[in-house]
């Protein structure tokens, strides 16, 4: 922001883990651009007062120092709040990520320190934002990392038809398109990582990129990941024959030559085999398509 006296005073403290500091940019319609910004702030008596809301604010119902973004006569402007300054009520959400809080925070005449300029805070926000999706991506590739490791090492131990898994090639096909996820997602972040270092003109470009492949390279591997360890919940056991109670047959997986028990508890009277499945007749000297070993690649723009 510029403004070296905030940075004397501020960061001290948030660099020792003293201080737990955090950002309110986005208000209910999870908006991050600058016309989502609707909270207020007004100079009065020589001090600033903000009005308004802010949501899915990082740890805000526990944080020390709240930096707010609020809209001026001149624009948008960056305030910093304490965390339990009159007329500030901080409302902890229930989210699906335990591990990242989030809260609500309505302001109502609450006293904030202007940091920066007034109306300056517009390329401050961009270039942070830019900054933290950055460290996002970083954060993704350790756990599509993670996931990989996680189903290569149950491919090697769990046991099927009297062999590993892992032998199986559409487990091993599995696994080879998250390892090329995985080592792009970590080229992209890596590349960021640098233009973020060298505080260079590619950023903006590069973030975005980052942000972009590395979380969809993460939620595949997620998914993968869920699906090789979901061939069986007891490792170690052979899996058991196809079973249906009704008069539909029962799901084959052609590509493995798996079967699938019913999640049915009336489904045990009528175990049978499933079929294998027929691979249609060669026609005018062409080769037919493959039976269930068909894979779409899909590139993502």
């Not at 020792?16 to 910004?37: H, K, M, N, P």
């Not at 006569?73 to 989030?102: C, E, H, I, N, Y």
């Not at 973020?196 to 993460?218: G, I, N, Q, R, W």
């Not at 499933?274 to 080769?287: D, E, F, K, L, T």
């Amino acid at each position: 922001s510029g403004d070296e006296q905030a940075k004397a005073d501020l960061l001290p403290g948030i660099a020792s883990g003293e201080t737990i500091a955090t950002l309110a940019l986005t208000e209910d319609s999870g908006r991050w651009d600058a016309d989502g910004v609707a909270l207020t702030a007004v100079q009065s008596g020589g001090t600033w007062k903000l009005d308004g809301h802010k949501s899915f604010v990082i740890d805000g119902h526990v944080a020390d120092l709240v930096l707010v973004v609020a809209r001026t006569s001149a624009g948008l402007s960056l305030f910093a709040v304490d965390g339990d300054a009159a007329g500030l009520t901080r409302t902890a959400l229930a989210t699906m990520d335990q591990t990242r809080k989030q809260a609500r925070l309505v302001f109502e005449g609450v006293e904030g320190r202007l940091v920066g300029t007034d109306g300056g805070a517009e390329p401050v926000l961009s270039k942070t934002l830019d900054l933290a999706a950055v460290a996002l991506a970083a954060e993704q590739v350790g756990g599509a990392q993670r996931c990989l490791d996680m189903s290569v090492e149950y491919a090697k131990a769990r046991i099927q038809f009297g062999r590993p898994i892992g032998s199986f090639q559409a487990i091993k096909h599995k696994c080879a398109d998250m390892l090329l996820e995985v080592e792009s997602a970590k080229s992209a972040a890596y590349y960021a990582g640098w233009a973020a270092s060298e505080d260079s003109d590619e950023l903006p470009v590069v973030a975005s990129l980052a942000k972009s492949y590395c979380s969809e390279a993460y939620f595949h591997a997620a998914a993968e990941n869920i699906q090789i360890h979901g061939v069986s919940a007891s490792p170690g056991s052979t899996l058991p024959t196809c079973t249906s109670s009704g008069p539909s047959p029962p799901s084959c997986c052609s590509a493995t030559r798996r079967t699938i028990a019913s999640s049915s508890p009336s489904a045990s009277g009528s175990d049978h085999r499933c079929p294998r499945p027929r691979r249609p007749a060669v026609q005018s000297g062409r080769r037919p398509p493959c039976a269930g070993a068909g894979r779409v690649v899909a590139a993502s723009g």
